[in-house]
């Protein structure tokens, strides 16, 4: 692993990195890969020294969207030879089952535990040429040169000062992002009416395996997501009128809640073999995500309701997006700044319609009255089921997802209106004979 040893209060030559990222997760060493490939030198800069380190409250399930980026970045093979499983989703609504239907040409999502796909991801990163993994060092302040961001300063683990000048820093170091705080970006905040509670449990497979499953119980969730190594990942996602229990005793509340609910997986068959972990405090996040000499990407520029399970996804997505804006830059082109531009509107692009609607059902609300049409035509109709597993996997914006379905759902759920009112008369007959 290519981990540079620092001596104490060195100042990097300003030439020696087009691109000092900071965080060694998803987004940051799929960020450093190909900018990298792209001829860069990238220095990627961790705060853990553990190069095994993995984030431990996610459920880790990479959206069908992300397939394609993660594709390009040769880590596919080796994900799936450390075991992941390659699912859809399915969805339990009050009106039925809602699935991927017959024929779906969309790539099936990817499970692999954090624990294994971190530390594989970040070995990657440190092995691809042009890139120097530094880790142990935590980054307390950055460099400017006027209003631009030029570098950033660093602690390691001895408490002495390491200084990195670099053409571009990108913030890659999740939702609490230090490096958006330091740079003064703005932010959008937007709290959360729900909580998050999950544990891997070892045990029966559940209905729909290998294809995970989540129940949209209105307004609560629980799901259940089959992985590597033949464990399920059951997670519940209530809103917080359910939080005394938990706080009580989360194993026992989550087995009781998961128990409960409609078709319930075989959890109580199943045994917990890591702690249950939770969340309570799932603010949305939305930064800007560029400034001169700076930008954000997964989590840190945009840490979205996690319930729709789009983090890791987007993480790799957004890398994808940075490191193709700015490669004409770096290759002396263009200025920077119009790469970064050209990111910004991507970003923005891509995922404000989104990003949109998980905002203003992240409160905890009930479904209003065109979500409820739009589930009960989905369960009833593969047309429409099609168009919404393209939506829910990201591949598709909501402005498409609307076009293609308004029609349908409004005539499958008059016609339904009509049978309803044809059986009310049908009965008063029935009772004035």
Known sequence: ???????????????????AIVGASLAGCATAILLARS???VALVEKSPDPQAFKRICTHYLQSSAVPTIERLGLLEPIMRAGAVRSRARLWTRWGWVGSPPGSVLPSGINLRRSVLDPLVRQVAADAPGVELMTGLTVHELSRVGDRVSGVQARDTHG??????????????????RVAKLAGVRA????????????????????????????????DMAAVFPTDSGLNFYAVMPTKKHLPQFREDPAKALVDFISAIPEAPPILASKLVEPVLGKLDMTNVAHTPTAPGLALVGDAA????????????????????????????FAGAEPLEKGLKRYRRLHARKLRGHTAMMLDYAGGRKFNRGERGLFFAASRDDRVAAVMEAFATRNIGPARMFASTLPRTALITTRQALRRRAGRQSVAERAEA
């Open 302 to 329: 945009l840490a979205i309701d996690p319930l729709w399970g789009v983090g890791c996804g987007w993480a790799f997505q957004s890398a994808e997006w940075l490191a193709d804006s700015v490669a004409p830059a």
């Open 160 to 177: 002495h000062t390491v200084k990195l000048r670099a053409r571009l820093v990108v913030g890659a170091d999740g939702r609490d992002s």
């Open 1 to 19: 692993m290519a981990d540079r040893t620092h001596d104490p209060d060195i100042l990097a030559d300003p030439a020696d990195y087009d691109a």
């Open 188 to 219: 959008k905040i937007v709290e959360h009416g729900r909580f998050a509670y999950g544990g891997y449990f070892e045990g029966p497979a559940p209905a729909g395996s290998p294809h995970a499953s989540l129940w949209l119980l209105d307004p």
């Open 39 to 41: 001829g860069a030198r």
